[in-house]
């Protein structure tokens, strides 16, 4: 008799336990957006992160002066104009009246501030600081970025408030385009607050402040937590949805159980899942097409297979490699189609983008080529590492260059052993990704194989004098019709010594659910979440 | 005695650590900067890391930061190694915990149904150790996020929902080890009901529920604590998949992130972690070992 009731006063104790705990759970939440994500969330310090997964995070909560619409073109950000005279030195005004989201770091009792000039030089140069991972975006150009970033110098020289909301930058040689290296979000204004004694710690993992359309409000391993910035500069783009909810789910299989349940409303398909939604012609089954939006977005994401010019001296063994591969087979195995074959760095879809050749594989040139040089069938070895495909397309490349008589060896290793010995140039062939982050060609041919570049991120040690001495001309082109034109000409000779084996630049493939529209992701892949509306 | 050998003992683990992650030819500050930086640059966080220090120097300094808990950042990202640490560690240990209350359910359960389900149970137990935790643990997973209700984890035990939701993880984590130990508790039972202070316990006409628990379970515990203290460490280690699998920032998770962005600093800490659970694991079952079995402790008093 004891024991039964024993036993009936647990389950009670149970069933109450589970009620109060489910009544404890909000699921009423109805105005919010919730993205899942696959991997844990990095700091949200705008000068440290690197990891492809926290930007489209951080980017709604820091901006920077100038933007890219979802179309690519340059529009005003928090500088509501700029100009200047002999592409040297550059003035922007600074948007008055725009305040960070409110927080404790600011001690006011309003607990916030309107941004400043002074904000300004902060920011970019702290983005100079040996510290901060995309100082190569502006330390060439900007002038006594680099001594900063070397430890050189302890202000940099080309950064002045001339009032507070005018902001001068003044750059090393005139840059007709230098505006392209800063329309990427990476380049973003925060507070000097950030380095508050007792703020510097928490700075990124609970705290983090900016200007954008939506502001932290709880940051965990598992979940990050963005709602509405209610004051929010821009009245055209005031956010329609309240709350943004950032969920890690590790697994590709769960995370998609999840979207199918509703329980999430976006996310990013990965490669693993195509076959789960495409039909082997790339289009989608039926049966999702029911429950989700699409949209394919061209990112900067370019996949190549790197040579090591050193350790592969013979060109006409490179353009066997370069003439070989089959980068359609490549995009149709691996991406059911969603991406865009590439032949050189520059990838399509960017400002200045010309093709020089649409689709160079040409098995029999191939084989001329190797012909033509001192190959004698020893195997050469390729890093593949577990990130991007990267292994699959070593398998798919490995069959190809067998086909045309060239023996490649793979060799797996995770992705940081694969950048170390990269740079260190002990390895002969190696697939790589590059998320670029310039809107223009000239930044970016400079970066990839200027010789003073060498070791990175030049990593294929490409030397050519002639080349070097181009490049440096093309900065210094005011017209832009020429300059598209001789970046063009200037790719074309470098891609003639093939440095590289540029292959594709990826489409991601974005499913979110048809209880939303207007989403809108612009080509650094900007979620433009402020214009989601619900339906 | 017993405390020379521990201290030796971790003093080797902090050794071997400090070594294995010195011999390692990846460059941390680069990992930090990225491929895109200048080697400059890369050269100034190199000297601020103190890794242009000759090796017994960063060792000592080493030592001594780790004998006053003091860690240090993380290369990634800057945090306080200690206190992610220690946070990581309170969800992986209630993960464990949670693991061991299975254990224990499903041992006292193998004690109470008696011989007779044996084979019914012999069958289970080879399910549970033949299946690989990274496949059952997706398939359960999978089933869990269709019909259970409480799939959100927030990090950290923060409410009954996040303690709910550790509940299937913990389950697929206590399935290897509670078949190992109900197969040894099983096979132990057999062995103390064919002796003959059970036969004599039985003349004297006690009842079976009393012959078990008396008699049978008091003189199996001692090899099925032995295995158990064998199995706990090995659940800390072992949680990393379930973690990954259901994304549970614990200390599996972390180790896992810290050597893909070879984060020196969080993975010595990391290890040493480990060393002490595995100390204070077994200094612990040593303890209890007097305490169950009077044999023992009579022999320590001799």
């Known amino acids: 008799m004891k024991k039964i009731r024993v036993t009936k006063s647990l389950i009670i104790c149970f069933g109450l336990f589970f009620v109060f705990s489910c009544s404890k759970k909000d699921f009423s939440v109805v105005n919010q957006f919730v993205i899942g994500v696959s991997s844990e969330t990095e700091r949200l310090n705008p000068i440290t992160i690197k990891d492809p997964q926290t930007y489209p995070i951080a980017w709604q909560i820091y901006e920077g002066l100038i933007r890219l619409n979802e179309d690519g073109k340059i529009v005003p950000g928090l500088a509501e104009s700029w100009d200047t005279g002999d592409n040297k030195v550059w003035t922007f005004k600074i948007r008055k009246g725009v305040q960070f989201h409110n927080s404790d770091i600011f001690d006011s009792s309003k607990k916030t501030r309107t941004i400043t000039a002074e904000d300004v030089i902060y920011s970019y140069t702290r983005f100079c600081s040996p510290e901060s ?227 160079p594989y040409n098995p029999e040139l191939a084989k001329q080529e190797l012909k033509k040089s001192t190959y ?64 223009s060609p000239e930044p970016l041919l400079l970066n990839l194989f200027s010789s003073t570049k060498i070791p990175a991120p030049n990593f294929w040690g490409y030397s050519n004098l002639s080349v070097d001495k181009k490049m440096d001309g093309l900065r210094n082109i005011a017209e832009k019709a020429v300059s598209v034109k001789t970046a063009a000409e200037i790719e074309k000779e470098i891609m003639e010594d093939v440095p590289a084996n540029f292959l594709y630049r990826q489409k991601n493939v974005v499913v979110y659910s048809n209880k939303f529209r207007n989403l809108k992701i612009n080509p650094h892949n900007q979620y433009m979440l402020e214009q989601l509306e619900k339906l | 005695m017993r405390l020379i050998y521990y201290t030796s003992l971790l003093l080797g683990i902090i050794l071997f650590t400090f070594i294995l992650f010195h011999v390692i030819p990846a460059d941390p500050a680069r990992i930090m900067l990225g491929p895109n930086a200048d080697e400059s640059q890369v050269k ?32 990634i990202d800057g945090r306080t190694i200690y206190e992610e640490v220690l946070s990581k560690f309170k969800v992986s240990l209630f993960l464990v915990l949670l693991a061991t209350f299975f254990i224990f359910l499903y041992s006292i359960a193998i004690v109470l149904i008696g011989v007779r389900f044996y084979p019914i149970v012999d069958k289970i137990n080879f399910l549970f150790i033949s299946t ?7 398939i359960i997973a999978i089933f869990v996020f269709l019909f259970y209700p409480f799939t959100s984890f927030s990090g950290a035990i923060h409410s009954i929902a996040d303690i709910l939701y550790l509940l299937p993880p913990a389950f697929i984590l206590a399935l290897y080890p509670m078949a190992i130990l109900a197969r040894i508790l099983k096979q132990e039972i057999e062995k103390i009901n064919k002796s003959t202070f059970i036969t004599a316990a039985r ?32 659940l800390f280690t072992g949680a990393f998949i379930i973690e990954i699998i259901f994304s549970i920032p614990g200390v599996g998770s972390l180790l896992i992130k810290s050597i893909l962005h070879k984060d020196f600093p969080m993975l010595e800490a990391v290890v040493i972690l480990n060393g002490l659970q595995f100390i204070g694991i077994n200094l612990m079952f040593e303890f209890l070992y007097p305490v169950i079995d009077p044999r023992i402790r009579s022999a320590d008093a001799h």
């Open chain 1, 133 to 359: 991972y995309p100082s190569f975006v502006i330390a060439d150009s900007i002038k006594g970025c680099g001594d900063y970033n070397a430890g050189k110098a302890k202000t940099v020289e080309g950064l002045k408030a001339l009032d507070e909301y005018t902001f001068q930058i003044e750059l090393n040689k005139p840059e007709p385009f230098f505006i392209n290296r800063i329309t990427s979000p990476w380049i973003s204004i925060f507070p000097k607050e950030s380095e508050i004694e007792n703020v510097k710690d928490k700075w990124g993992l609970i705290i983090a402040v900016g200007t954008g359309p939506y502001k932290l409000v709880s940051k965990t391993d598992n979940e990050v937590i963005l709602v509405k910035n209610e004051n929010y500069w821009d009245k055209n783009r005031t956010p329609k949805i309240e709350r943004l909810v950032y969920r890690v789910i590790k697994n590709d299989q769960i995370r998609f159980a999840e979207l199918n349940n509703g329980k999430i409303d976006l996310m990013v398909l990965p490669n693993q899942l195509f076959s789960s939604v495409f039909e082997q012609d790339g289009k989608v089954k039926d049966k999702i097409k029911e429950k989700f939006n699409f949209n394919v977005i061209g990112t900067f994401n370019t996949h190549l297979i790197g040579i090591n010019m050193k350790k592969l001296p013979d060109l006409h063994l490179r353009r066997a490699i370069f003439y070989g591969s089959n980068r359609e087979e490549m995009v149709q195995k691996i991406l059911y189609g969603y991406g865009d074959i590439i032949a050189g760095a520059v990838p399509p879809g960017m400002n200045g983008y010309a093709p020089l050749v649409v689709n």
């Open chain 2, 203 to 234: 003349a004297f006409g006690f009842s079976e529920t009393q012959i078990r628990l008396r008699h049978s379970i008091r003189n199996a515990l001692v090899p099925f604590i032995a295995a158990l203290s064998n199995q706990l460490p090995m």
């Open chain 2, 132 to 138: 690989p935790t990274f496949f059952s643990g997706v």
């Open chain 2, 44 to 75: 100034i966080v190199r000297k601020e890391l103190g890794l242009d220090n000759p090796l017994h120097l960063q060792f000592r300094n080493f030592l001594y930061k780790t004998i006053t808990f003091d860690f240090g950042r993380s290369y």
């Open chain 1, 376 to 439: 004698k069938g020893k195997a050469i070895e390729l890093l593949v590492h577990e990130l991007s495909n990267s292994e699959q397309i070593g398998q798919i490349f490995q069959k190809q260059m067998s086909d045309i008589g060239i023996k490649i060896k793979l060799a797996k290793v995770d992705f940081n052993s694969a950048i170390g010995r990269m740079i260190k140039g002990d390895a002969e062939l190696f697939s790589m990704f590059a998320e670029v982050v310039f809107s």
